[in-house]
């Protein structure tokens, strides 16, 4: 009797745990943004309140990862409706794009139209994401949420080493933009350590949102200064296209993985589906009874067959039949996974053929992993978010609107701009992923949830292409009961099936691992620098919570109480 009762005591004080963490939690890639989202949720503000803070204050403080001119999705967890929900606020291609944008007369890629200038710009969701959070999740009016956001863009954030190094890559055509160069430059030059990046446009823009909701950005005076200027400049938005960006609420893909509940990101992205392909292949090994070069072999090989489909079946799922179910069944994980050699890589070229005559691009780029963004949130009510937002490249297309201060995506780069050549991370396409008007490029970014019975993390990271591979190496180090600084730090290594190579880490192999790769008939290539900036929070219903920012970066994660 007395065990009975210590079980059902037990039992109850775990669901009572399950239902309210004694604690809340923020990781996010900048300082400023984590103490945006901590000061609303100690104003009574929920997780979704917080996440609009950060979202504002993140597009402001990191111009070259995010912002009010991009896109991103948000996974949602409503711990009273017991709701998790993925809010879709990826690009849209515009009215007047087409198949063949972005080539030549002879059907080739003209280099760079998908990447720089206005052009290159989907119309963006960033705005109906935080209006819709907002509006119908949250709990505090939109006009005190965006307060930090709209402080830091009339007052100015100091530029780092991290901002120095971004602008430094974009600087050209940050430069080719007076409206840019003023703001994000200083005397046309990567600014100074310390520097004042000071947005006064950004900050009325905010302002407006503030007071009239989606109406102040999609319509009336921004609209019209957005699409004056990029036409002015060559690109092709209409007032239509502003005033028809719809947000989509959407069921994201969930699976399981031994005793993990995973849930992450559907179509437009292919973030959920892709792990969903490379856990459930890896589920048919014991990994820790192996070596580690076999456990990195066969992890390879997960990956290299789950960016193949990527690039044959994935795109949005509201223009193309992407058979989500088929490919998130572990019958269908079993059966590629039966195809993989204990003892040997298999050439990408030996999978079978796509059909796109498929073109590679040796992507080997310092910078890689650094554009996009994504933060965490846990409230003490068990609301949670998870969120990662875009504007692609590193300060995006580098172009500003003039008069706006909202700096475009160039998000049409995630399309196929022409099926079988490969975009600016590599990665190559076919028809699923071709441009047509209205429609959302796949994504990578893969927002992710990953629940046991002991509790529930939170997880994600920017990286284009590397984004599901180093989510898929975060839960792989959750599995095997690592501390949370852990997933964030780990060594990492990447496929993506073309090009056929395993871009690795310093730290991930050794000299001699690296070899052995090798003579499995891996293709190996060491980066100069790191990647990612992963985000986490993990709530363990006995233990409580942890959260940690990538040290690679500049983030900061914070776990605190609310009065
Ligand atoms: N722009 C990066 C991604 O969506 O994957």
């Known amino acids: 009797m007395k065990f009975l009762l210590l079980l059902l005591s037990l039992l109850l004080s775990a669901s009572v745990n399950a239902q309210e963490p004694s604690q809340a939690a923020i990781a996010t890639a900048h300082p400023l943004a984590t103490q945006a989202g901590k000061r609303i949720l100690q104003s009574g503000g929920n997780a979704f309140d917080a996440a609009v803070a950060i979202t504002a204050t993140l597009a402001v403080v990191e111009p070259y990862s995010s912002g009010l001119g991009g896109g991103g999705f948000w996974l949602l967890r409503d711990q009273k409706q017991h709701k998790t929900i993925m809010l879709d606020g990826r690009e849209m291609a515009p009215g007047k794009a087409h198949r063949d944008m972005y080539l030549d007369q002879d059907g080739n890629y003209i280099a760079k139209s998908s990447v ?4 290159a710009a989907g119309i963006p969701g960033t705005v109906a994401a935080m209006v819709h959070l907002s509006e119908k999740y949250g709990n505090l009016p939109l006009q005190q949420v965006l307060q930090s956001a709209i402080k830091y863009a009339e007052k100015g954030f100091p530029v780092t080493s991290h901002y120095q190094k971004m602008a430094a890559f974009r600087l050209s055509v940050l430069q080719r933009y007076k409206s840019s160069a003023d703001i994000f430059l200083h005397n046309n030059e990567v600014p100074e350590s310390g520097h004042l990046i000071v947005q006064k446009d950004l900050a009325q823009t905010l302002k407006l949102i503030a007071q009239k909701g989606n109406a102040g950005f999609y319509q009336g005076n921004i609209a019209n200064k957005l699409v004056d200027s990029v036409k002015a400049n060559a690109g092709i938005w209409h007032l239509n296209d502003l005033k028809n960006y719809t947000i989509k609420e959407r069921e994201p893909v969930q699976f399981h993985y031994r005793h ?6 559907a179509p437009p992205s292919s973030g959920g589906i892709a792990l969903a392909t490379m856990l459930q292949i890896l589920q048919n090994y014991e990994l820790k009874s192996l070596d580690d070069v076999t456990q990195t072999h066969l992890i390879i090989e997960a990956m290299r067959r ?11 799922s509201d223009f193309t039949n992407v058979p989500t179910e088929r490919l998130t069944h572990a019958w269908y994980a079993d059966g590629l996974q039966k195809g993989i050699r204990l003892d040997k890589a298999m050439p990408s070229s030996d999978l079978p053929e796509i059909g796109a005559n498929l073109k590679t691009k040796i992507v080997n780029s310092q910078t890689e992993g650094q554009d996009t963004t994504h933060f965490s949130v846990l409230d003490t009510q068990g609301n949670l978010v998870s969120a990662t937002m875009s504007i692609n490249y590193p300060f995006g297309s580098g172009f500003t609107a003039a008069g706006t201060g909202v700096l475009l995506n160039d998000e049409m780069d995630d399309f196929s701009a022409r099926p079988g050549t490969p975009n600016v991370y590599g990665l190559v396409g076919a028809e699923a992923n071709a441009i047509a008007p209205g429609k959302r490029p796949l994504s990578s970014m893969s927002p992710t949830l990953v629940e046991t019975d002991k509790g529930i993390a ?17 839960i792989l180090e959750l599995e095997k009961g690592a501390a949370a600084q852990q997933w964030v730090t780990r060594p990492r290594f990447h496929h993506q099936y ?17 070899a052995e790769l090798e003579l499995m008939g891996h293709h190996t290539s060491q980066l100069d620098s790191g990647y990612g900036n992963m985000q986490v929070i993990n709530w363990d219903y006995v233990n409580g919570v942890q959260a ?10 914070v776990v605190f109480d609310v009065p």
């Open 116 to 119: 720089d200038g206005p052009l």
């Open 498 to 514: 073309l090009p056929d190579k395993v871009f690795y880490e310093k730290n991930a192999f050794s000299m001699e691992q690296a």
């Open 260 to 265: 993990m509940k995973i849930t992450s990101a």
């Open 458 to 474: 939170i997880l994600g990271t920017p990286g284009g292409s590397r984004i599901i591979t180093m989510v898929l190496l975060g």
């Open 306 to 316: 789950a960016y193949r489909d990527r690039a044959e079946f994935l795109g949005d």
């Open 548 to 557: 940690a920012s990538d040290p690679r970066v500049e983030g900061q994660a």
